[in-house]
């Protein structure tokens, strides 16, 4: 049996290789996947060599253990099908639809302890964006927005369109998002977007000469979200924030710096910057949640917001150097990317 595996060499360099799959061995099952989503903000910073050397991939994921290094296999959202059952694994399991968090690769072993089966109701493509809404989830619990509150969102990549959609199922009196580019900044507005201004302009999509509404740009903001994963975005943010507002920075900056200024409004005005990873679950929640009560409200997200509607590109997993590449060099036209394997022969 051969698989076909996305590995990147070194920075942007990412090859597909074709190997032997082990044997599934007792209590394991193999997977065939059908279709894997790119992470664009974790994924592009292996591609570009932006992580730091030696740190830890992800040590609550079985299949990402290990450092950042290269060679390296990656990513953590692929769909697929059980295709075989080895000794001491329930047959039923055979043909069964799951999710698992595996790198990019057409077929993989695995217990079915790590495997989601898909609910009968959630369709394989809508089932890809998992780890992307329970991001968005976790955004949730750890910004706590509130009845009336104004709010703002830097980075419409697809975790901050999902973060928006979410957010515009709460009673906010203001929801402005910023992306500097402007086919995200219409999807934005597709999501759920009150306002989506460009970065560079802070005009209105509507009308590029447009000023909006003067005290959500200029330090009213009780919630502002940075995810646009850039480090020079945090300074933007603080301008934002009102008195004793908010910064859920949820980007990873990889081994990029944020000159960050804490000397005036920051300083003054009591904001809190506030770290929110979707590895683990804020200890204040801890009593009363676990990743399997959260995964279950993320499960209802996605049949709420229909995710699938953001992919804009599909590429067979040949293509994956060309996939890495478009998103590298034309962020502008693209937000979720998605490998597909086809019918891979066993």
């Given at each position: ?155 419409q990549g697809i975790v901050g369109l999902l973060t ?80 004793g507002a908010r910064i859920i920075v949820g980007s ?95």
């Amino acid at each position: 049996m051969k698989r076909k595996a996305v590995i990147f060499e070194k920075p942007f360099a990412v090859s597909v290789v074709e190997e032997p799959v082990p044997g599934a061995e007792t209590g394991q099952v193999i997977v065939q996947n059908r279709m894997s989503a790119i992470s664009p903000g974790t994924e592009l910073l292996i591609y570009r060599g932006q992580v730091p050397d030696g740190w830890p991939v992800d040590s609550t994921i079985s299949s990402l253990s290990g450092a950042f290094g290269y060679p390296l296999r990656y990513g953590y959202a692929a769909v697929g099908q059980v295709v075989v059952a080895g000794q001491g694994v329930d047959p039923n399991w055979i043909g069964r639809w799951v999710f698992s968090f595996q790198p990019h690769q057409s077929h993989y072993l695995a217990s079915p302890s790590v495997l989601i089966p898909l609910p009968a109701d959630i369709d394989p493509e809508n089932a890809l964006f998992v780890p992307a809404m329970e991001t968005a989830v976790n955004f949730m619990m750890d910004g706590r927005p509130l009845i009336g509150e104004r709010v703002m969102v830097l980075g419409q990549g697809i975790v901050g369109l999902l973060t928006t959609a979410l957010l515009s199922r709460f009673p906010l009196a203001k929801l402005v998002t910023v992306d500097r580019y402007a086919f995200r900044r219409q999807r934005s507005l597709e999501v759920g977007a009150q306002k989506a201004l460009a970065p560079e302009s802070q005009g209105d999509i509507g009308d590029p000469n447009r000023i909006i509404d003067d005290k959500v740009l200029q330090g009213e903001a009780d919630l502002v979200y940075e995810l646009s994963g850039d480090p020079a975005a945090l300074n933007q943010a603080v301008s934002f924030c009102g008195f004793g507002a908010r910064i859920i920075v949820g980007s990873w900056y990889g081994t990029r710096r944020a000159a960050l200024d804490l000397g005036r409004e920051f300083h003054r005005n009591r904001i809190r910057l506030i770290s929110s990873q979707v590895s683990t679950i804020a200890p204040e929640f801890l009593g009363r949640w676990s990743k399997e009560r959260r995964l279950a409200v993320v499960w209802d997200m996605i049949r709420s917001v229909r995710p699938d509607k953001l992919i804009t590109h599909r590429f067979p997993v040949e293509q994956a150097p060309q996939a890495f590449d478009l998103l590298d060099r034309q962020p502008e036209s693209a937000v979720q990317v998605v490998l597909t394997y086809g019918n891979s022969p066993m």
